[in-house]
């Protein structure tokens, strides 16, 4: 766990990446850097032990990155020293939350003023005040047949209407940050999110936490293509706003 303040604060976020890949949690340091809510708040991050899954990708790296992840945040007395917390990831087959966010939150009990929340459900509900139409630019390969079920369940009938569908990439979760990848990433990222943008949708939620910061490729990929400007969503950086919210009107 890494801190990136000194300074002693009233309130204290954890940002929670629960694979094991550092790197991810260096972009998300990197990305938030420009959230100016770091002036206000201690804002530590949480890296999944190195025994942790390098991804996340399917059921079971999702239950082994949690369990390993819980038991780390228990030993560590993580759950007692902070005001609020954020799990950067989603199930990318689902699209749906983590499982570490609800064994936090039953730790915590259900009138703990400790909110815990996911970047699954900041990105859908942003998108959802935000956008006429979304879908997400995700990690992963070929088509999910079950990507939209977390989504649904999730929105309700009120706000399925506005979703297009999900867009696997090819890209691995730990080429993201692998600056040999670097090339691929940034076309595949490109070409999926044209994909994205020609379904119909006006909004784009990046799927990923290792995608922390890639606005500006997405948003001049869809202009590149001729298609209409898109607005585009880190779901972890919204996921950071959210929760800095929450932890001001419960204290």
Same mark, same amino acid.
């Given at each position: ?67 390993? !992840?819980?038991?780390? =945040? ?13 799990? !950067? ?5 689902? =699209? ?27 990105? =859908? ?48 979760? @730990? ?10 990433? @940034?076309?595949?990222?490109? @070409? ?10 006006? !909004? ?12 500006? =490729? ?34």
């Amino acid at each position: 766990m890494s801190t990136n303040a000194h300074t002693p604060y009233r309130r204290k976020l954890l940002v929670i990446n629960p694979n094991s890949t550092e790197a991810i949690t260096d972009g998300l340091r990197d990305s938030f850097a420009t959230v100016r809510l770091l002036e206000e708040f201690q804002v530590d991050y949480f890296t999944a032990p190195p025994h942790a899954p390098t991804g996340i990708r399917d059921f079971v790296t999702g239950i082994q990155t949690a369990a390993i !992840c819980f038991d780390a =945040l228990l030993e560590r007395k993580c759950l007692e020293s902070y005001d609020g917390f954020l799990v !950067c990831c989603c199930k990318v087959d689902l =699209l749906t939350d983590h499982a570490l966010q609800h064994m936090i939150r039953e730790h915590l009990g259900p009138t703990s003023p400790k909110p815990c929340i996911g970047m699954f459900e900041a990105g =859908l509900s942003k998108a959802l005040t935000l956008s006429r139409s979304f879908g997400v630019l995700s990690t992963g390969f070929g088509p999910k047949p079950l990507l939209s079920k977390g989504v649904t369940s999730f929105l309700g009938a009120a706000g399925s209407n506005k979703w297009v569908g999900g867009v696997t990439s090819g890209i691995k979760i @730990e080429e993201l940050r692998d600056p040999t990848a670097k090339d691929k990433v @940034e076309q595949l990222m490109r @070409e999926t999110a044209v994909k994205v943008a020609r379904s119909g949708a006006d !909004c784009v939620i990046l799927g990923c936490a290792g995608m922390a910061g890639m606005e500006p =490729l997405v948003q001049a990929a869809v202009r590149e293509a001729g298609l209409p400007d898109v607005r585009v969503i880190d779901a972890a950086k919204a996921g950071l706003v959210i929760l800095a919210g929450m932890v001001v009107t419960d204290t």
